[in-house]
């Protein structure tokens, strides 16, 4: 049976006065498998606990509007969303001071329109949570999220990752572009999804605390990016929520006529902190055993007027009474009740400050405070219980005594192998401004002891817990925010180690023992192009494993490669000073007559090899065989022919010109080798070539003969010196 045609679809038809200066038709299949979506996140890998759907508990911010509040900000938030392009803004940004509820509204309205199959995605940035404090996976894990929200989108994505291939390791723009916009504007036309926003409105996008990313320069280019797509498209149905508080590189960016602002301080409402205390008053009543008592013979508690003098002392910040709540009745090794601590709140000076310095003295006079608080404040991802106290070297229990107290502030899962997060970043940013936290401060120099213990980990042991993963990754990092830190800043310290060069001097004594110890340090600190295993291994004439073994333990240091062909390098150019520098570095010290060792082992040349290969003067590195780029000199270096180099005739004939006297055994020359040519190394290598012809004769057929060359330096003329021995034959 024939199929009857389609019915015709009028699109718009009220509208007029109004073109579409461009059109693109797009075919869309109408569902993705689950194979491909399988795939999709396979090759996207998404961040999973960056959306809406998080778990709060392990995830924060850990915020969501109590029912009844927040009603007017909402309401007028889906307002803006459900109103057409034609007529509306792209973007709203809602903006706010810390603690007043941000997170928790945009919460809400990824919520609310996810149930209205309108929500494209949700990202909540939060600061020191590795990937959702960086915008390194930010595009990827929206575009999973558009895959799986609007299927019809799903085969764009795929197409732009195939056609693409370095797609995933290109600019943040250009990911946005390919993964994002492009495959939800080719879904946006067909038909399921335009009849979708003709009849209930654009979609959603909701990015929270834009403010906590830590790539600024990423999100100035994100912000400007993103006004620029929707200035070329001005129909496409898509909006942007973005929450932040106001910084100087995202309002700068933000304010813009493409822009809707919304100050949440313009929407708080008193009734709104007053109906959430209530609230959580009445639940902590029913399950405190202490209050259920105290409201039996009392009555409701607190009495009104103390909820009405607390509420009016809080302010408009959600935050600071969700805070000044969790202190008044959590329980702590005090002997007061929520009862005695009610009227203490009242005295505290509005804001965090006063709140994070009385809860913090809880557990100020437990042992390890300190190393425990700075730990929470400097470490770059949040770590479970058990894994904080294996890297600080100390027994959970030690820790859990101190962090018990400091539940209003510091988040404390139900187990210890999931993460401690603070309630709020503002936390971090108190411990780490000394003007505010006083003697609650945690100095940057403290990431010199956290580089300590990470490095602890580095013994060549399978990282198999959290902290050993956690010391094995992020090592460097601490080194980085320790070396960037001003000299005044450096300390004194007063944990072990005391010093940067200490630090070094500890690790290096790990593998000072260890064979060949003082030759491979020898050859990796000078050196201005890096080195592989391989390469270290030929020059000193040893075992690869050799060179590991010492490397193995030195990886705080220095980056050991996982394959034996990658450069090895140092993890930061203060080792290179450290080493370099005898009034630091000591016992570690690496002369530098030590290059006279590297170039007698780099210029000692088998004269068989040396002669068996043709034509000399076209490949002389061939014939050579140089084994890397020679540090000859003290602090010069000189550039051996790169392998292989292929000389046309012209060049052929000027380095035929003026050959070395291969009857001389000594040249001396006023040019440094620093600043030696091409030519200058071509007729070196010429020289070498004639005095290896000239030695053969006297060893007989079948001789091995080796050839060594000595530079050094006397006045202001470099010295060559070469010499031509037979091989002592095997016995």
Known sequence: MAQSPPAQVEILPNAHNFQIGEQNNYIVKESVSSNDQATLIQLLQPILDASHTRDRETSPPNSACLPGTRIDVIRTIVAWADSTVLWNTHVLWLHGYVGCGKSAIALEIAVIFEERNRLVGSFFFFRNTSDRSRMTRFATTLACQLAAAIPEAAPFIERALNTKPGLLQSNLAAQFRHLVYEPF??????????????????????????????????????????????????????????????????????????????????????????????????????????????????????????????????????????????????????????????????????????????????????????????????????????GMAELLGIESFEVVRVLVNLQAIIHIPGTDDLPVTMCHTSLRDFLTTESRSGCFFTPPSYHLYLLYRCSTFHDGRQPDTAAALYGISRCAEHLEQFTSLPPTAQGPFLCFPQTLDAFYAHILAKSENVAHFSEIISTIAPRIKPLSVTRISELLGIETSEVVQVLVNLRPVINVPDGDETPVTMCHTSVHQFLLTESRSRRFFVSPSYHLRSSYNNFSLNLDDLLGRTPLLRMVSQSVKWRTRSSLHWGLSLETIPEPTIYDELDQLSLLESPWDPNVNEIRMTRFLSYWTVIDVYKLLKWITAHAQAGMSPAGPGVPRNLSLDIGREGDESIIRIQTCAQASAT
């Open 185 to 386: 504007k080719a879904a946006a036309w067909s038909g399921r999804l335009l009849w979708t926003t003709l009849l209930k409105g654009p979609f959603l996008i909701v990015i929270d605390g834009l403010d906590e990313c830590e790539d600024r320069q990423d999100v100035k280019a994100f912000i400007d990016d993103m006004l620029d797509f929707f200035e070329k498209n001005p129909f496409v149905p898509l909006r942007f929520l973005i929450t932040s508080r106001v910084e100087q590189h995202i309002q700068g960016h933000l304010e813009r006529y493409q822009v809707r602002l919304e100050n949440l301080v313009n929407h708080c409402s008193r009734d709104d902190i007053d109906t959430f205390m209530r609230a959580c008053f009445e639940a902590e009543q029913q399950r405190n055993p202490i209050i259920k008592a105290y409201t039996r013979t009392h009555g409701d508690w607190p009495a009104k007027k103390d909820r009405d003098k607390l509420v009016d002392h809080i302010g408009g910040s959600f935050i600071f009474a969700s805070a000044v709540f969790k202190y008044i009745v959590d329980p702590t090794d005090e002997q007061s009740t929520p009862m005695d601590r009610l009227p203490h709140t009242l005295d505290m000076n509005p804001g965090l400050d006063t709140l994070y310095a009385r809860t913090l003295s809880r557990s100020q006079h437990l042992p390890h405070f300190s190393d425990i608080i700075s730990t929470l404040a400097l470490t770059f991802e949040p770590l479970p219980i058990i």
